[in-house]
T-cell receptor, first 112, second 121 residues
């Protein structure tokens, strides 16, 4: 079945860039997402990318997709302490209902 | 409402008791999802509703788990005879619509509630 993998933990200094990586197995994935979960809160959609795109930029966020390697990354420029959270990578297939498969989440710690 | 709401926000119960968790989706969202987030684990899909029907119940861990949705809106997830391993955060999400064809992103995106933290003692 579908599988999404990501590292568990990332620590960066405030002001540096953060890069969170994710790999997925479903070659038919059409939508690829990044969600953010702050402590005690639900998941918030940060950004998404279609599988026919290589890159998407949205303010401090840059998503890169290597479809050949099934690798997705999220780059956060000028990381702030408010960016400390768990970041989930997720993917969904192109047809049928939106059964989204989530990764385990990467906990980002921003050191002041 | 403005977003997906869930109640209660926290629930502590004794092993063997039944619990009901409630989800109020965003108004107009026809699709509703339940997930479970256990400590140190990712999101585990439990069940999906399209309207009042549940075409995919494949994620329910056992027959102690059931869910219903009435009026195409509120959904209740019921766990009978709770066990300690049921302790987790139960998240609900809703989306505008699902179908077998491509839709604009805003219709496909799942919006999550804050979750119910369940602790079974």
């Amino acid at each position: 079945g579908e599988d999404v993998e990501q590292s568990l933990f990332l620590s960066v200094r405030e002001g540096d860039s953060s890069v969170i990586n994710c790999t997925y197995t479903d070659s038919s994935s059409t939508y690829l997402y990044w969600y953010k979960q702050e402590p005690g809160a639900g998941l918030q959609l940060l950004t998404y990318i279609f599988s026919n795109m290589d890159m998407k930029q949205d303010q401090r966020l840059t998503v890169l997709l290597n479809k050949k390697d099934k690798h997705l990354s999220l780059r956060i420029a000028d990381t702030q302490t408010g960016d400390s959270a768990i970041y989930f990578c997720a993917e969904s297939p192109p047809v049928g209902y939106q059964k989204v498969t989530f990764g385990i989440g990467t906990k980002l710690q921003v050191i002041p | 409402g403005a977003g997906v709401s869930q109640s209660p926000s926290n629930k502590v119960t004794e092993k063997g008791k039944d619990v009901e968790l409630r989800c109020d989706p965003i108004s107009g969202h026809t699709a509703l999802y339940w997930y479970r987030q256990s400590l140190g684990q990712g999101l585990e899909f439990l069940i999906y509703f399209q309207g009042n029907s549940a075409p995919d119940k494949s994620g329910l861990p056992s027959d102690r788990f059931s869910a219903e949705r009435t009026g195409g809106s509120v959904s209740t997830l019921t766990i009978q005879r709770t066990q300690q391993e049921d302790s987790a955060v139960y998240l609900c999400a809703s989306s505008f619509k699902t179908s077998g064809r491509y839709l604009p992103m805003y219709q496909e995106t799942q919006y999550f509630g804050p979750g119910t933290r369940l602790l079974v003692l």
